[in-house]
């Protein structure tokens, strides 16, 4: 009889200590992927992984504003998205940016760590292109669209 209680606290002291173990270990990321990325921002949806600059442009306007325009791509979650990097210029600057595939719906602007902001993400499978741009007002004067083209990939 003492062998089998012996046996049993031992079984249930492994299942509770297995439990804990289970708990204690780390979630895996969740990670979206290609079309599934669509509209989700990619701080916390593809963090981490290798993520590529796939074109990048600066723009200087009227010598008042300045800013850049890189056009991103994660190989994790094989999504692309589009940042804007302003850099600071003399005006009031505003901007209002989107990201697309061609011939598909654009997303706007997700997230913003100064001097940086970014788009929600867009389908990057092969296949597909990453586009971006973004309208610019100076002083609330409407400036222009600015657009990099896109990128096939």
Request: hydrophobic residues 35%; contains cysteine.
């Amino acid at each position: 009889m003492r062998t089998r209680i012996s046996a049993l606290v031992v079984a249930i002291l492994v299942a509770v200590a297995g439990a804990s173990v289970a708990a204690a270990a780390p979630a895996q990321a969740a990670y979206c992927d290609g079309a599934g990325c669509f509209g989700k921002n990619p701080e916390g949806n593809c963090t981490g992984g290798i993520v590529d600059d796939l074109l990048s442009r600066e723009y200087k306007v009227e010598q008042k504003a300045s800013f850049r325009i890189t056009l991103r791509y994660s190989r994790t979650c094989r999504a692309g998205w589009m940042r804007l990097t302003v850099y600071p210029g003399i005006g009031n600057q505003g901007y209002s940016g989107s990201a697309w595939n061609p011939g598909g719906p654009s997303v706007g602007f997700a997230g913003h760590l100064a001097p940086n902001t970014w788009t929600y993400m867009i389908d990057a499978t092969p296949g597909h292109s990453v586009c971006g741009g973004t309208h610019l007002y100076i002083d609330g004067v409407y400036k222009g669209w600015y657009d990099p083209g896109c990128v096939a990939r």
